[in-house]
Each structure stands twice: as structure tokens, then as C-alpha cells.
């Protein structure tokens, strides 16, 4: 219930082109900041710490269609 943050590790599989993910609170404005670079067909992931907004979600955007794999695995208050 206190959480601010999440650890979370973000995979990119199998995308249609170069691009991008960002990862940010859901109730903000989308920053201009990449949190994972991606090439096509190359599986790529990175391991970034997120704000969460108040409602406690986190919302992620891809540049290209992609297949998105997201782990939680730590939650910082």
C-alpha cells in the first residue's frame, strides 16, 4: 500500500523493427527516456526501477509491435 517504486525486468521478444520501451506512472506524461532499445527479431531485456503513480500502476510504451515480457520482482517503499 506504501509502495512508490517496482523493480521490474522488461523483455522485448521477437520485434517487427528497431525501437523502443519506455516504462513510467500511468497518470504522467509518457518521458522522453528509453528504459529498453530493441533491433528486429532480437529478444532484448533490461532491468529498470519504476515510479509508480498514485493508484500504484506502471504503464509501458513500445516504439514497434512487439511481444512484451514483464517480471516484478521487488517492490521499494
Same mark, same amino acid.
Given at each position: 500500500?506504501?509502495?512508490?517504486?517496482? +523493480?521490474?525486468?522488461?523483455?522485448? =521478444?521477437?520485434?517487427?523493427?528497431?525501437?523502443?520501451?519506455? &516504462?513510467?506512472?500511468?497518470? /504522467? #506524461?509518457?518521458?522522453?527516456?528509453?528504459?529498453?532499445?530493441?533491433?528486429?527479431? +532480437?529478444?532484448?531485456?533490461?532491468? =529498470?526501477?519504476?515510479?509508480?503513480?498514485?493508484?500504484?500502476? &506502471?504503464?509501458?510504451?513500445? /516504439? #514497434?509491435?512487439?511481444?512484451?515480457?514483464?517480471?516484478?520482482?521487488?517492490?521499494?517503499?
Amino acid at each position: 500500500a506504501d509502495a512508490r517504486s517496482v +523493480v521490474v525486468n522488461v523483455t522485448a =521478444v521477437a520485434p517487427s523493427g528497431r525501437g523502443f520501451i519506455t &516504462v513510467h506512472p500511468c497518470a /504522467s #506524461e509518457r518521458p522522453l527516456v528509453s528504459a529498453l532499445n530493441y533491433v528486429a527479431a +532480437v529478444t532484448a531485456s533490461n532491468e =529498470v526501477i519504476a515510479q509508480l503513480d498514485a493508484g500504484g500502476a &506502471v504503464c509501458l510504451y513500445t /516504439s #514497434e509491435a512487439t511481444h512484451l515480457v514483464v517480471d516484478a520482482t521487488a517492490v521499494v517503499t
